[in-house]
């Protein structure tokens, strides 16, 4: 099982880039990394996706080493509107089907 | 698109009472899903369907049942409700390969078990 180990808690101020790290060390050889967003009564928003090496977005970057056993995930000089949760994910099963979410990162953006 | 819909947004349930959480979505996806949240807390997967008719167990299945005759419906029932399932219900549904894609959720289910 690749059970993800994320930091309970961070906190920035607005301006600055925010790299939040997931360590997943038994990630099955096929499996994606994905990260989401959560705000208060809402469900989980995709933010991004990666394999391997570095992926980027409009809204983030995602860095992942070779082994694969962990990703950092990287936001660009966040506002107040970044305050959220943030999961990483990655299947809990050889086969990829067990989506089991860890208890996430809470970032805390302040002015 | 609709996406993934849920229905009702909003229950309050007697202790030892059944219902039924709706989930239904319009994007042909494979796989769905359901989350349970309790106030505070991370997501917690209830139970999983990869496809018609193919159901698994989550982490917490237990008061729970589910099935999926068709790929659009994913209902979540729930049997003899008590206090403890007294959470936040969220379907969810994923598209693509196996491995990749993202998962699109509903807007949740917020249920209250007296």
């Known amino acids: 099982l690749a059970k993800t180990t994320q930091p309970i808690s961070m906190d920035s101020y607005e301006g600055q880039e925010v790299n939040i790290t997931c360590s997943h060390n038994?990630?099955?050889?096929?499996?994606?990394i994905t990260w989401y967003q959560q705000f208060p009564s809402q469900g989980p928003r995709f933010i991004i996706q990666?394999?391997?090496t570095k992926v980027t977005n409009e809204v983030a970057s995602l860095f992942i080493p070779a082994d694969r056993k962990s990703s950092t995930l990287s936001l660009p000089r966040v506002s107040l509107s970044d305050t959220a949760v943030y999961y990483c994910?990655?299947?809990?099963?050889?086969?990829?089907?067990?989506?089991?979410f860890g208890k996430g990162t809470t970032l805390s953006v302040s002015s | 698109n609709a996406g993934v819909t849920q229905t009702p947004k909003f229950r309050i349930l007697k202790i030892g009472q059944s219902m039924t959480l709706q989930c239904t979505q319009d994007?042909?996806?494979?796989?769905m899903y359901w989350y349970r949240q309790d106030p505070g807390m991370g997501l917690k997967l209830i139970y999983y369907?990869?496809?018609?008719?193919?159901?698994d167990k989550g982490e917490v299945p237990n008061g729970y049942n589910v099935s999926r005759s068709t790929t659009e419906d994913f209902p979540l029932r729930l049997e003899l409700a008590a206090p403890s399932q007294t959470s936040v219900y969220f379907c969810?549904?994923?598209?693509?390969?196996?491995?990749?894609?993202?998962?699109?959720f509903g807007e949740g289910s917020r249920l209250t078990v007296l």
């Open positions: 969810a549904s994923r598209g693509g390969q196996v491995n990749t894609g993202e998962l699109f």
């Open positions: 038994n990630i099955a050889t096929n499996d994606y």
């Open positions: 990666g394999y391997k």
């Open positions: 994910l990655v299947a809990q099963n050889q086969a990829g089907t067990a989506l089991i």
């Open positions: 994007m042909n996806h494979n796989y």
């Open positions: 369907s990869v496809g018609a008719g193919i159901t």
